[in-house]
């Protein structure tokens, strides 16, 4: 999807005019924007050549306004595989010395999570725009201290929070702060799956290298990789920050295969200051439920990840012809126990709900690397329009630093079995977003 | 083939049942209107429904007038 798809798919939805002053950082999709940076190419590094990184590779392909002129990783086969793409690219396998190549204007960084913090100060800090994958850091400190180097710096600093960039949660999220589905009263993220989340290893020596995922040394785990996605929903939709977190994480089946050492099963519980709670539960040996994210509101619930709206309101009840059939049929159809229970299952609602918008695309969340039509390219096509012009989209680093540390802190209260908050060092200025 | 010939007073007949029952039918439709406070124009909104529920009065009115008819004729001999 382009920009200009997807600012149709806004107007398909009847919202651009709306989506565009709640949510500014989608200025850089407008046509207006587009003209800006028209014939112009931003120059772009890409450190981390993996299987994230390649995914950034197709899509890059695909947009005009991307010339890709560097490639680096320290794992020769991943650099050889996405030099196919770029043969003109110069190839490193230091980051360092990527950074001193004055042709490149931007980087995006899609390596291990221990070195995110690292080297997205070293490239702003050689005067880079910076993509860098979630999360934005390995610790609370390193989430900060980038933070505020980019601050003092002014820098172009995006993180891979797609979603913000996906039409169906614009829209959704628009819906949610027009009070479609009431007052919001719980956010349940999940995200299950069953695979082992490896990758495959050439040789012992490598494990660690390529299974960095499953270290503690090198990754925080589900929290880091899966839920830093789904956890700026809650404050997508309210317009707050967590209060308070709690958690829970074990291994409970893939340590029976290696040796792995991160949670694979994990639940965490954040608290809104005004009581809401939102959930996130994932489990990487069982699939059954898939991924999904649910904004449950007093008068409805939105599914984020199918773009569906289903409503509390009671349905219209038809003609009086209609209520008559129906009491007939329910006379006829009704158990004749006489002795039964009092207590009826209360089973959800099965009522088939309302698309939000047309043509809804969804990601089921199975893969490991990346999905079509899930934000991504246009987030990366954002990225392009900020490298050029040298313009920063409001909001969007707040909102993807917060979704790091929370992810971070309820790593940190599973690790030390306690409810915790977020200490106000780590608080940074925040504007929610859908606040005009 | 013998042909079927219908008498003119039968088809009178079955006609002004049949309007009876359409008349049954639109007393209920007033009726369920009136008891789950549905609004007056289903009068007219509802016709399609209240046509086809004549027809089903009929269809028991016959059923009826069947068995009456057969048990008489059992009863006769």
């Given at each position: 999807m382009n920009r200009k798809e997807f600012l149709s798919d806004c107007g398909k939805m009847g919202m651009a005019g709306v989506a565009l002053s709640l949510f500014p950082w989608l200025e850089s999709c407008t046509e207006k924007a587009k003209q800006e940076v028209h014939g112009e190419k931003a120059r772009i590094g890409i450190i981390g050549t993996g299987s994230r990184g390649v995914f950034h590779i197709k899509n890059l392909l695909q947009l005009q306004q991307a010339e890709v002129v560097a490639l680096c990783?320290?794992?020769?086969?991943?650099?050889?595989?996405?030099?196919?793409?770029?043969?003109?690219?110069?190839?490193?396998?230091?980051?360092?010395?990527?950074?001193?190549?004055?042709?490149?204007?931007?980087?995006?960084?899609?390596?291990?999570?221990?070195?995110?913090?690292?080297?997205?100060?070293?490239?702003?800090?050689?005067?880079?725009?910076?993509?860098?994958?979630?999360?934005?850091?390995?610790?609370?400190?390193?989430?900060?201290?980038?933070?505020?180097?980019?601050?003092?710096?002014?820098?172009?600093?995006?993180?891979?929070?797609?979603?913000?960039?996906?039409?169906?949660?614009v829209k959704a999220m628009s819906m949610i702060h027009e009070g479609v589905i009431g007052d919001v009263v719980g956010v349940r993220n999940y995200w299950y799956r069953n695979n082992d989340w490896r990758r495959e290893v050439p040789s012992p020596e490598l494990e660690r290298h390529i299974n960095w995922r499953l270290y503690r040394e090198y990754s925080r785990g589900l929290m880091t990789e899966l839920a830093c996605h789904q956890l700026q929903n809650g404050s997508w939709a309210m317009g707050m920050l967590p209060e308070k977190v709690m958690g829970s994480g074990s291994l409970i089946h893939w340590n029976k295969v290696d040796k792995r050492d991160v949670y694979d099963c994990v639940t965490a519980i954040f608290t809104y200051p005004n009581g809401v709670n939102m959930t996130f539960e994932s489990i990487i040996s069982n699939k059954h439920f898939g991924m999904g994210e649910q904004i449950l509101g007093s008068k409805g619930t939105i599914d984020l990840v199918t773009g569906m709206h289903y409503t509390d309101e009671p349905m219209p009840k038809g003609s009086g012809m209609h209520q008559l059939v129906e009491q007939i049929e329910r006379g006829v159809m009704s158990n004749s126990v006489f002795a039964g229970t009092s207590w009826a299952a209360e089973t959800g609602s099965t009522a088939p709900g309302m698309p939000i918008m047309p043509n809804v695309k969804v990601v089921t969340g199975e893969s490991s690397v990346g999905a079509e039509a899930d934000g991504s390219k246009e987030l990366v096509d954002a990225f392009l329009h900020a490298v050029i012009t040298g313009k920063q989209p409001e909001k969007v680093l707040e909102e993807s630093y917060y979704a790091t540390q929370f992810a971070l802190l309820a790593d940190k209260a599973m690790h030390e079995n306690a409810i915790l908050t977020l200490e106000d060092k780590y608080r940074v200025p925040y504007v929610p977003l859908g606040s005009r | 083939m013998k042909d079927i010939v219908i008498p003119a007073a039968v088809v009178r007949r079955e006609i002004i049942i049949w309007l009876c029952c359409f008349v049954a039918a639109n007393?209920?439709?007033?009726?369920?209107?009136?008891?789950?406070?549905?609004?007056?124009?289903?009068?007219?909104?509802?016709?399609?429904?209240?046509?086809?529920?004549?027809?089903?009065?009929?269809?028991?009115?016959?059923?009826?007038?069947?068995?009456?008819w057969l048990l008489s004729r059992v009863f006769k001999k």
């Open positions: 990783d320290n794992y020769r086969p991943h650099l050889d595989d996405a030099a196919q793409y770029y043969p003109k690219a110069k190839l490193y396998e230091d980051y360092r010395q990527l950074l001193d190549d004055k042709n490149v204007q931007g980087v995006i960084i899609a390596t291990p999570l221990y070195l995110h913090g690292r080297m997205t100060i070293d490239a702003m800090n050689a005067g880079k725009s910076v993509f860098c994958e979630k999360s934005m850091a390995f610790t609370l400190d390193e989430a900060l201290e980038v933070y505020n180097r980019r601050k003092e710096l002014g820098s172009v600093l995006f993180i891979g929070q797609q979603r913000l960039f996906d039409p169906k949660y | 007393i209920v439709n007033w009726v369920v209107i009136i008891k789950f406070a549905t609004p007056w124009y289903e009068i007219f909104s509802q016709i399609g429904y209240v046509t086809i529920t004549s027809f089903v009065f009929y269809g028991l009115l016959l059923m009826l007038r069947a068995a009456w």
